[in-house]
């Protein structure tokens, strides 16, 4: 009589000669996708073709007798249809370009809006895509200033996303994604901050200091080591040194750029005073109309997704199957309904051009809304302005 153990080891030895025969079908299939992955590469065709692994999906889970069922059958063969297109993208894909934006197609003679006064960050961002030869425009509001295409007052808006100091910010996401501007351009600036007062104002004298909330977050330590200094909100750096100039109050200074000083004929108390020499914010240049640019090597993307389980899985997995970095994720609540959400991204393009178009078709059939909000260059003026400066390292760090 066979034991219960001789019949397991029966099995076993069953399952391992089946599990031989897998693996060569396997690397045989393998080696043929590699051939079909050498043609679609010398054609500049995508390696991930959606369409086609769904036929290949439906085919094999209607030839399906069991005990697997739908799910596993599908589960299983999708994962050796990513593992080949792995082996595909490591034989074939090519290497992402790097390019130095092009921002020729820009109206260097445009007028453009930016939040605050003359002298904030917003106007120096706007001028160093555009030129000295644009007209800036004043807006008082981020609501105002993502407005003034439509009111007539602009050709551009130029608004601040996020600081590599206090993140995201949030009112620009949401006017962002519940417009239909679209992003021409981005901008990586770094931020100086300087405590600014009128010709009388000293270090010892002053008393108030008024600026920008973010600002005022980015020079934290400088502040939290003077507890007997008044922290007062405004809505603009530039306003700010203007108002401080303008009050010939010593006690009264503000905080805010370089360029704000010259200005308003400020004097500068004391020199960069934010918490991290490395301190950066990004802007984006807007501008009206449904993107069709096929220039830059960034590509930003707005999508609400259905409220069901493995919805964001299934979102990202377009991306990460393509080889696609994604640069850049941030989640914004849905005004009206309660706990659901909008996704941001930020999308390096990859070398071929059907693989990002690939994706976005792939992403936009799983989403109930999508905006593609621009591709687009980066204007990186980190690397115009060089390494940051020792001296102000070693000030930062006493």
Request: proline share 4%.
């Amino acid at each position: 009589m066979v034991n219960t153990g001789e019949k397991v080891k029966s099995r076993r030895d069953e399952i391992n000669a089946i599990d031989n025969v897998i693996l060569e079908l396997l690397n045989r299939r393998a080696s043929i996708a590699l051939s079909v992955g050498a043609v679609k590469s010398r054609d500049d065709a995508a390696l991930c073709d959606h369409g086609r692994e769904r036929e290949v999906l439906d085919r094999l889970v209607e030839k399906n007798e069991g005990p697997l069922d739908e799910q596993g059958v599908r589960h299983i063969f999708q994962r050796i249809i990513d593992e080949s297109l792995h082996l595909q993208q490591r034989a074939y894909q090519k290497t992402a370009r790097d390019e130095e934006g092009n921002i020729k197609n820009l109206n260097a003679a445009a007028r453009v809006a930016f939040l605050g006064e003359r002298g904030t960050f917003s106007e120096e961002a706007a001028l160093a895509v555009l030129g000295n030869d644009c007209e800036t425009v004043s807006c008082p509001s981020f609501d105002d200033l993502f407005q003034a295409i439509d009111s007539g007052i602009a050709e551009y808006i130029l608004t601040p996303l996020e600081n590599s100091r206090i993140g995201p910010i949030n009112r620009c996401y949401d006017l962002l994604l519940s417009g239909s501007l679209n992003i021409a351009a981005e901008v990586i600036l770094p931020v100086e901050q300087h405590l600014i007062g009128c010709p009388e104002a000293t270090l010892g004298s002053i008393r108030t200091v008024e600026s920008h909330p973010a600002a005022l977050g980015q020079c934290e330590m400088f502040l939290s080591d003077r507890p007997h200094l008044v922290r007062l909100e405004a809505a603009d750096t530039a306003g700010s040194v203007r108002r401080a100039v303008e009050s010939r109050n010593p006690t009264r200074a503000a905080i805010g750029s370089r360029r704000a000083a010259e200005l308003y004929g400020a004097k500068i108390i004391q020199n960069n005073i934010e918490d991290q020499a490395e301190n950066f914010t990004r802007f984006a240049l807007l501008s009206s109309g449904p993107s069709e640019s096929t220039v830059g090597q960034k590509v930003s993307i707005a999508v609400r997704l259905k409220h069901e389980p493995g919805a964001l899985h299934n979102a990202l997995r377009p991306f990460v199957r393509r080889g696609i970095n994604l640069l850049k994720f941030e989640s914004r609540p849905v005004i009206d309904a309660p706990w659901e959400y909008s996704f941001y991204f930020d999308l390096q393009v990859p070398a071929s051009e059907s693989e990002l178009s690939g994706a976005l078709d792939e992403i936009r059939e799983l989403s109930v809304e999508f905006q593609n909000l621009g591709r687009y260059p980066t204007i990186d003026l980190t690397e115009r302005n060089g390494p940051v400066n020792r001296e102000r390292q070693a000030r930062q760090e006493q």
